[in-house]
């Protein structure tokens, strides 16, 4: 009986949210009292995986085959398979990445269980998890008992859990060599989205300015664009200016956007609707500028600045470049 957490990686470099899915995957085993054991798969695991015995868990497992190199929805679920047969863990842990999304669902089928995907937060009834998902844009959060025997199936928002509060260790690493049959693999991998699509990742931005309908048109996005570059930011948006064609749909945070988890979120002229604010709830410090005090996103905010965006932000652009020099 164990917690098994699946990190994720792509050539050789870890998605962010792999750290947060292990610092979740701790809290959990030592909740439910049970040793926690790690997995990891693709062309450049074995490289990462002292890295992942450096945190605080029982064993790493790299899944090794010449046809994980690539990820395939059909590889994956067939690799995990065999190690979940292999370790009969009770409850498996993953980030709530687009590729956990594409074939978590198909590996928990496999087991007779359901993915709880997009969990935000997670208690305790004795030994036994109650998992949190929201419903309906946020505007409700639902309690998920998991049912029927184990393993279940957990996949965790972005920003749910801090990966600061990962714990350090000594793990054991161990190869494991599933049994995988090419015939039953039927996707042929191409470029990454992320590439093909030239767009940007702001799941993994550290910095992010996000520009909402107080820039009143698109000839004013410059305006924020010029703070963002002082500062080394990736350029979001709400809804409506992505909506309008101000910006690309890519740059959307949100219910219906991307999901952020930067080290700074600097909202400007954003009102702080329940839809955006599920997705940048998880930035670690939250900065607003609006020139309403009473706008909800100050709710949020750890720094605010009530104030008109157009005097306040080419004001900060300037000391910024001071302080840069
Ligand atoms: C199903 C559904 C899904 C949605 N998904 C998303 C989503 O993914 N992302 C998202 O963002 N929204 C989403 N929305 C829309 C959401 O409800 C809000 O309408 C939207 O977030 C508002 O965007 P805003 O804050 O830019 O605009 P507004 O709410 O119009 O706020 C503009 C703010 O700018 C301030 N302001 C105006 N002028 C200035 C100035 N000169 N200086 C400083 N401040 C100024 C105002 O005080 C105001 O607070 C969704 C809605 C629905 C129904």
């Not at 093909?196 to 799941?203: E, F, I, K, P």
């Not at 991307?258 to 709830?281: D, E, F, N, R």
């Amino acid at each position: 009986m164990s917690v098994l957490a699946v990190l994720e990686q792509s050539a050789g470099v870890w998605h962010r949210m792999s750290w947060e899915a292990l610092a979740a995957a701790q809290q959990f085993a030592a909740a439910m009292g049970v040793p926690l054991n790690i997995a990891v798969t693709g062309a450049g695991a074995s490289a990462l995986a002292a890295e992942a015995a450096a945190k605080h868990a029982s064993k790493v497992f790299v899944i090794e085959h010449p046809l994980l190199a690539e990820y395939t929805a059909d590889g994956y679920t067939a690799a995990f398979e065999a190690l979940v047969r292999a370790l009969s863990p009770m409850l498996l842990v993953m980030p709530h990445t687009y590729r956990t999304r594409d074939f978590a669902p198909k590996l928990a089928t496999r087991f007779g269980r359901v993915l709880i995907g997009d969990v935000v937060g997670a208690r305790f009834e004795g030994a036994s998890p109650v998992f949190v998902r929201q419903l309906f844009q946020g505007k409700l959060n639902a309690d998920v008992r998991p049912a029927g025997d184990s393993p279940h199936f957990v996949s965790l928002q972005a920003g749910a859990w801090r990966a600061d509060t990962l714990e350090s260790g000594a793990a054991v690493v161990e190869t494991f060599s599933p049994q995988l049959n090419a015939a039953n693999i039927r996707q042929v991998p191409e470029a990454p989205f992320r590439e093909a699509a030239r767009g940007v990742d702001l799941a993994a931005a550290e910095r992010i300015v996000s520009v909402g309908r107080g820039i009143k048109e698109k000839e004013n996005i410059p305006v924020v664009e010029a703070l963002a570059e002082a500062l080394g930011a990736e350029l979001a948006a709400s809804r409506p200016i992505c909506d309008a064609g101000w910006l690309p749909m890519e740059r959307q945070v949100g219910s219906s956007g991307q999901t952020v988890a930067p080290k700074m979120y600097l909202a400007v002229g954003i009102s702080g609707a329940i839809q955006h604010l599920v997705g940048m709830k998880g930035a670690k410090t939250i900065v607003a500028i609006n020139k309403d005090a009473d706008a909800p996103i100050f709710e949020v905010a750890d720094y605010g600045i009530v104030g008109d965006l157009f005097e306040v932000v080419p004001a900060l652009v300037e000391e910024v470049k001071k302080v840069k020099g």
